[in-house]
Antibody, heavy 123, light 108 residues
Framework: EVQLVQSGAEVKKPGESLKISCKGS????????IGWVRQMPGKGLEWMGI????????RYSPSFQGQVTISADKSISTAYLQWSSLKASDTAMYYC????????????????WGQGTLVTVSS | SYVLTQPPSVSVAPGKTARITCGGN??????VHWYQQKPGQAPVLVIY???DRPSGIPERFSGSNSGNTATLTISRVEAGDEADYYC???????????FGTGTKVTVL
């Protein structure tokens, strides 16, 4: 079974750093892009960026470029999302998801998704 | 980025049909994918490539896409279908996804 399992909920103070993880199993981790998606409380889905664990090629949404860092350790089939200095506005649920494609490689979707990691930033 | 507009909410009685629209400029020329997100859960893919269903998704879920509107149709709605639904396309020129604004489906 293809599965993405994310690290547990975090409570942090403004200015602190944080790294959350997403471990893939049941497939070749280095052959699929992993994306990160933010969902703020009561809001919709926002794409943050994607990484190809095979060579660590990374793409960021302009909205998140410079705000977060996406990385991966293919030796342990794990992708990461990290912040160097958290803000209260980073409070959200964060999902990782595997990028999928069909015959038409230009049209992609996400499947499956991790269970989500809730990040709460409060003083 | 490409704007995808969904109605904020749709209400439907059990056993009836719910139709959730996703509007975008010439969206019929793109492939549309749909996700279901139940309260407190992660999104789940329910339709890809406009109308294909992943294994395990009931046949009650179907999709179509033409012109400026894509539609997710849920037939014989059940209480368990109550969720938020998001459409998504992929911008191949900049290699990133665009998500719709989301629709909350309420089963009366």
């Amino acid at each position: 079974e293809v599965q993405l399992v994310q690290s547990g909920a975090e409570v942090k103070k403004p200015g602190e750093s944080l790294k959350i993880s997403c471990k893939g199993s049941g497939y070749s981790f280095t052959s699929y892009w992993i994306g990160w998606v933010r969902q703020m409380p009561g809001k919709g889905l926002e794409w943050m960026g994607i990484i190809y664990p095979g060579d660590s090629d990374t793409r960021y949404s302009p909205s998140f470029q410079g705000q977060v860092t996406i990385s991966a350790d293919k030796s342990i089939s794990t992708a990461y999302l990290q912040w160097s200095s958290l803000k209260a506005s980073d409070t959200a649920m964060y999902y990782c998801a595997r990028r999928e494609w069909g015959v038409d490689t230009a049209n992609n979707w996400f499947d499956p998704w991790g269970q989500g990691t809730l990040v709460t930033v409060s003083s | 980025s490409y704007v995808l507009t969904q109605p904020p909410s749709v209400s439907v009685a059990p056993g009836k049909t719910a139709r959730i629209t996703c509007g975008g400029n010439n969206i019929g020329s793109k492939s549309v994918h749909w996700y279901q997100q139940k309260p407190g859960q992660a999104p789940v893919l329910v339709i890809y490539y406009d109308s294909d269903r992943p294994s395990g998704i009931p046949e009650r879920f179907s999709g179509s896409n033409s012109g400026n509107t894509a539609t997710l149709t849920i037939s014989r709605v059940e209480a368990g279908d109550e969720a938020d639904y998001y459409c998504q396309v992929w911008d191949s020129s900049s290699d990133h996804p665009d998500f719709g604004t989301g629709t909350k489906v309420t089963v009366l």
